[in-house]
């Protein structure tokens, strides 16, 4: 992959997406889960105003997909290898906060 100006300018605007602790929960638990907003809101504990909020942005970026079944709109993650991203950047933290050594690269 070639990487360029306008890739990385891209790439920053997913980062500042991703800058958020309600939407990497929402990620994370729409990881295994299809569901509606009232269904999120139960399960993390956030706000209505703010998962729908959240939501939108997700889906802005297509992150998330949704669709309609009857009054109904349910949520599912549209893009699994973000949920890479967040677990590279969640393991980087954890050795960060542990002070462990990072893997030494494998490749030669």
Do not use: W
Request: aromatic share 4%; charged share 20%.
């Amino acid at each position: 992959m070639t990487v360029n100006d306008d890739l990385l300018t891209e790439a920053v605007k997913v980062y500042k997406v991703l800058a958020n602790v309600h939407r990497i929960k929402i990620l994370t638990f729409l990881e295994n889960n299809q569901a509606d907003v009232t269904t999120i809101v139960a399960h993390l504990q956030i706000a209505q105003p703010i998962v729908s909020h959240q939501l939108a942005i997700l889906h802005d970026y297509q992150l998330v997909s949704k669709r309609r079944e009857g009054k109904h709109i349910y949520y599912c993650l549209d893009d699994p290898h973000i949920l890479k991203v967040i677990d590279a950047t969640l393991g980087h933290v954890q050795h960060e906060i542990t002070g462990q050594p990072h893997p030494k690269n494998q490749k030669d």
